[in-house]
T-cell receptor, first 116, second 110 residues
C-alpha cells in the first residue's frame, strides 16, 4: 500500500486569504481524520469522516474551517479568511474499520501552513 | 478516553534498549494502549498497541502491567533514527480521535 499523501507539503499565505489542503488516504481505508499540530504540542483532533459522511467535528473547527470528502476517497480542508493563529501543521490520517488492527490510524506527512 | 502521563524526556545510548514508561491509572477495561512516534517535522508513525497482553512486532515490544495502570514501550536496540517524540494514548476499540499529550522526547546518542 502507498501511504497517506497530503498536498501541498508547505503553504505560505497572507492573512485573510483562503487556503485548501488535500489528503489522499490509503486505498480502501473508509475513515479519514484531520488533526492540527502547533509548535511544541501534540496533534489535536479536528474532524473525521466515515466514507463521505462527516461524523464528528471538534470545537476547534471554527466556522472558517470546512472539510469535505465528496466521494469517500480524498478529502479537502479549507480555511477561509486565514488568521495568524491558523499557522500550524495540518495532519491527515486514515484507518479501516473491521480489521484486526481495529481503527489504527496511519498519518500522512502533513501540510505546514504559515500565515503572514 | 483515559489520560496518560509520560516523562517529558529520556536519553538512551545507541545499541541499548530504550524503555519508555507510560502511566494510565484511570484506563477502562475496553481501552487499548496505543503508541505512536513523531520524528521531527514528520507525521506521527504508528508503532504498536495492546489491550491486556504483552505485544511485540518488528518495531517494538509493549509490556502492560497486570492491573493495566501502566505500560512500557521497549525499543530493543535503539538507533539514532529512533530519536523522536513518543506518544502513549489510551483509546477505546471504537474510538475515533487520538488524544495526544506532549509525549516523551527520546534522544538516542552515540
Amino acid at each position: 500500500d502507498t501511504g497517506v499523501s497530503q498536498d501541498p507539503r508547505h503553504k505560505i499565505t497572507k492573512r485573510g486569504q483562503n487556503v485548501t489542503f488535500r489528503c489522499d488516504p490509503i486505498s480502501e481505508h473508509n475513515r479519514l481524520y484531520w488533526y492540527r499540530q502547533t509548535l511544541g504540542q501534540g496533534p489535536e483532533f479536528l474532524t473525521y469522516f466515515q466514507n463521505e459522511a462527516q461524523l464528528e467535528k471538534s470545537r476547534l473547527l471554527s466556522d472558517r474551517f470546512s472539510a469535505e470528502r465528496p466521494k469517500g476517497s480524498f478529502s479537502t480542508l479549507e480555511i477561509q479568511r486565514t488568521e495568524q493563529g491558523d499557522s500550524a501543521m495540518y495532519l491527515c490520517a486514515s484507518s479501516k474499520t473491521g480489521t484486526r488492527k481495529l481503527h489504527t490510524q496511519y498519518f500522512g506527512p502533513g501540510t505546514r501552513l504559515t500565515v503572514l | 478516553d483515559a489520560k496518560t502521563t509520560q516523562p517529558p524526556s529520556m536519553d538512551c545510548a545507541e545499541g541499548r534498549a530504550a524503555n519508555l514508561p507510560c502511566n494510565h491509572s484511570t484506563i477502562s477495561g475496553n481501552e487499548y494502549v496505543y503508541w505512536y512516534r513523531q520524528i521531527h517535522s514528520q507525521g506521527p508513525q504508528y508503532i504498536i498497541h495492546g489491550l491486556k497482553n504483552n505485544e511485540t512486532n518488528e518495531m517494538a515490544s509493549l509490556i502492560i502491567t497486570e492491573d493495566r495502570k501502566s505500560s512500557t514501550l521497549i525499543l530493543p536496540h535503539a538507533t539514532l533514527r529512533d530519536t523522536a517524540v513518543y506518544y502513549c494514548i489510551a483509546l477505546t476499540g471504537g474510538g475515533n480521535k487520538l488524544t495526544f499529550g506532549t509525549g516523551t522526547q527520546l534522544k538516542v546518542e552515540l
